[in-house]
Structures are given as structure tokens and as C-alpha cells.
């Protein structure tokens, strides 16, 4: 009896010892995010110093504020202070009349006014060491002006790539990345779930399907460069008419048409994810109760009856999940898109699946390659855009997942 209680009594200990590293892990991995995130913000917000070529009180007129001006008087200031080519250029892109005075406004900032960012700090130095701030401001740069700015606006949302930090936006990146991503869910997840149901509910067990098993789950470990450069060669080059929609008719030049373009990409990263939804996908249809077919089977259901009606709505919660942790991970990949051509500076919107393309990991890239400092702060902002992006799609796939659920 003692030596059951001696031996029961080490039993317990051990359990709390593994309780105890088990919820240190856990506290970790959460500090671990925190820590993340709180870096991330600490790039992303602060205090920033701003010189101007012109003050904006020098180009008042009558005493009137640039920002009050009417349109003419600001016509007449950018005529006045940029040089006649540029002020023809600007007038036959687009007539004065015919632009909106908020337009013709941002213009006189941004080429007769010119501020220019010459120093950053974080958030942290900004929220804690304010007065040392403005001191050194004031000796190192005593005609800037010291301002609390977030890299992230409406207008950095709206506002295509640009050389200058300051001016630069992720709109084009953002759109890439919606078209990218819905290829890739429009091409992996069918015939993912597909192959899945084939694997699971009519496959016999024998070598070659024994062999396509084994062969899925060393694919979902392949690296993703090795996607790429299998992009590359099949959808970039060999079926590169189709890809760069010539065939179609989408190009004007055949001669100049190239396959590396959004549906390029989509499918890359699609047969990236693909052994992934095949994987979570056999798995959540082998949780489902053998029990529940062999009622639909003694119902007089056939094969198919039984996996569309019972099998499938009791595995969708499972295969949406594993959907979405393979989507997370094509979201946020760079490799196989710079093998395949993704741009990384583009100015331009993509207007389908044959445009050229760039997206908000290929952006964050480029941008933390770059000297200036403004260009990390920039490069912040944009991963708390990629982060919104993918927990707003992880949120409808969750929303989708309890819709199914509440069906069953």
C-alpha cells in the first residue's frame, strides 16, 4: 500500500511539473505575440520631423491660408512656383477646370510645398522622451516641425507605390493580393477537397494509392521556393499563352506577352496549399462517424448520396479550418512570387488575372530592403494592413464554418 501511494504520489508530481511547463509555453508564445505586435506598432507610430521647401504661410494670399484658397488662386500658385514644362504636363493630363479643388490642393503641397520627412522616432522614445525630442529637433533641425504621425492612414490605403516614403500607399498591393489570393482559393480548394473525398471514400487500399499518399504528405514539407521555380517552368513558360491571356485576346502585342501575371501566382501558390487542404481535408472526413454511412447505406442511399448529404456537411467545419490555416500561409509568402514575377515597384492598378502584379509581403520586402528610415516606418504599417487582411478572411471562414455547423 505504500509503495502504490509512494508511486502515486510521484505520478502527481510529474503531472503538475508537465501542467506547469505546459502553461509556461503557453504564457510564452502569447508574451511572444505581444512582444511582436508591440514592435510592429512601435515602427508604425511616432513622432516625425518635417521640413518644408516653402513654408505654407509664405504662399498665403491677402492673408488668406492655402487651405482656404479657391481653386483659381491655387492654379495660379503652382503656375508661379514649378516649371512651365511641369505646369504643362499637369494641365494636359487633365484640364484645370475639370479637377476637383482638393486635387488641385494636394498638388501645391506636394510639388510647391514639399515637406519632406528628415527624422523618425518610435512610439516608445515619442509616448516617453517628448521633451528630448523637440530639443534635439530644435538643434538639429530648427526649421522642421515636429508632428505625431501615423504611417497608417486612409490615404496610405488608397494611394499606389511611390519613391518618396511619405507619399507612398499600399492600394496596389492590396488589390494584388485580393486577386492572388482568390485564384488560390478558386483553384486549390476544389480539387482538394476533391482529391480528398476520392483518397477517403472510394480509393481502394492498394501500392499506387498507398504511394500518392505517402507522396501528399512529403509535398506539404517541400519548400516554397521549390513552388515557385515548379511555376515558373509550367505556368510562367510552358503555358504561358494561356497565362498572360493571349489566347484570349487580353493583350495587345502577342509578342510582347508574358505569363508572369496575377493568375500566374494565384495558381503557384495554389498547388502550395494544396497538399495541405488535401491533408486536413482527409482528416476531417475520417472524423466523421463510420456509423452515420452505414445508416445512410441501410437507407438505400448510394455512395455519393452518402458523402454529399451526411459526410461532408459534418466535415465542412473541419476542412474549413484546415482551409484557412493553408490560406494564412499562401497570404503571407514571398518566395514563389518573386520566382514567378511579381513586381516590386508597380504604380498601376491589376484590372484581372493577366496584369502584372505585386502584393503586400513582396511590398513589405522592398520596402525594409531600402536605406531610409521612413521606409521601415512605412513597412509597419503595411504588415498591420497584411494582418487586417488575413484575420478579416480568417473571420469569414469562421463565420462560414458556424453557419455550416448550425445546418448539420
Same mark, same amino acid.
Request: hydrophobic letters at 50%.
Given at each position: ?121 518610435? &512610439? @516608445? ?7 528630448? $525630442?523637440? !530639443?534635439?529637433? =530644435?538643434? #538639429?533641425?530648427?526649421?522642421?516641425? /515636429? ?121 503557384? &501558390? @495554389? ?7 488535401? $491533408?486536413? !481535408?482527409?482528416? =476531417?472526413? #475520417?472524423?466523421?462517424?463510420?456509423? /452515420? ?116
Amino acid at each position: 500500500m505504500s509503495e502504490f501511494k509512494a508511486n502515486l504520489d510521484i505520478r502527481h508530481r510529474a503531472g503538475h511539473i508537465w501542467r506547469n511547463i505546459f502553461r509556461a509555453s503557453t504564457v510564452f508564445g502569447i508574451l511572444a505575440l505581444i512582444v511582436l505586435l508591440l514592435n510592429i506598432a512601435n515602427s508604425a507610430f511616432g513622432y516625425v520631423a518635417i521640413e518644408n521647401d516653402i513654408n505654407p504661410a509664405d504662399l498665403a494670399i491677402n492673408s488668406i491660408p492655402i487651405e482656404q484658397l479657391h481653386q483659381v488662386d491655387l492654379v495660379w500658385i503652382l503656375e508661379q512656383n514649378v516649371s512651365a514644362g511641369l505646369f504643362r504636363r499637369l494641365e494636359s493630363e487633365m484640364p484645370w477646370e475639370e479637377r476637383a479643388r482638393e486635387e488641385i490642393y494636394d498638388l501645391v503641397v506636394e510639388r510647391v510645398v514639399n515637406p519632406q520627412v528628415v527624422h523618425t522616432w518610435p &512610439l @516608445g522614445g515619442s509616448l516617453f522622451h517628448r521633451a528630448e $525630442i523637440q !530639443a534635439e529637433v =530644435a538643434a #538639429k533641425f530648427p526649421g522642421a516641425t /515636429l508632428e505625431f504621425r501615423s504611417w497608417l492612414t486612409g490615404d496610405f490605403l488608397t494611394t499606389p507605390q511611390s519613391p518618396e516614403a511619405d507619399r507612398a500607399g499600399v492600394r496596389t498591393a492590396i488589390l494584388g493580393s485580393g486577386w492572388t489570393i482568390a485564384i488560390t482559393i478558386l483553384f486549390a480548394f476544389p480539387l482538394g477537397v476533391g482529391a480528398a473525398i476520392y483518397l477517403e471514400e472510394y480509393a481502394s487500399d492498394n501500392r499506387l494509392n498507398r504511394v500518392i499518399q505517402t507522396n501528399i504528405n512529403n509535398l506539404a514539407g517541400v519548400p516554397s521556393i521549390i513552388y515557385g521555380m515548379l511555376g515558373l517552368a509550367i505556368f510562367v513558360r510552358a503555358l504561358e499563352p494561356f497565362t498572360s491571356g493571349a489566347i484570349f485576346g487580353a493583350v495587345d502585342d502577342t509578342a510582347t506577352a508574358s505569363g508572369r501575371t496575377i493568375i500566374s501566382a494565384g495558381m503557384t &501558390l @495554389g498547388l502550395l496549399i494544396l497538399p495541405l487542404i488535401i $491533408i486536413n !481535408a482527409q482528416e =476531417a472526413i #475520417k472524423a466523421v462517424s463510420n456509423s /452515420l454511412r452505414q445508416a445512410s447505406y441501410g437507407m438505400g442511399a448510394t455512395r455519393w448520396q452518402t458523402v454529399w448529404h451526411h459526410v461532408l456537411p459534418n466535415a465542412i467545419s473541419g476542412i474549413l479550418t484546415g482551409t484557412i490555416l493553408a490560406i494564412s500561409r499562401a497570404i503571407g509568402e514571398t518566395a514563389p512570387l518573386v520566382v514567378v514575377g511579381a513586381s516590386t515597384f508597380i504604380t498601376f492598378d491589376p484590372e484581372g488575372p493577366f496584369s502584372k502584379f505585386t502584393t503586400l509581403p513582396i511590398q513589405i520586402y522592398q520596402w525594409t530592403a531600402r536605406p531610409q528610415a521612413e521606409f521601415r516606418n512605412i513597412a509597419a504599417a503595411a504588415i498591420l494592413v497584411l494582418l487586417a487582411m488575413l484575420l478579416s478572411m480568417n473571420a469569414a471562414a469562421v463565420v462560414l464554418r458556424n453557419r455550416y455547423n448550425r445546418k448539420i
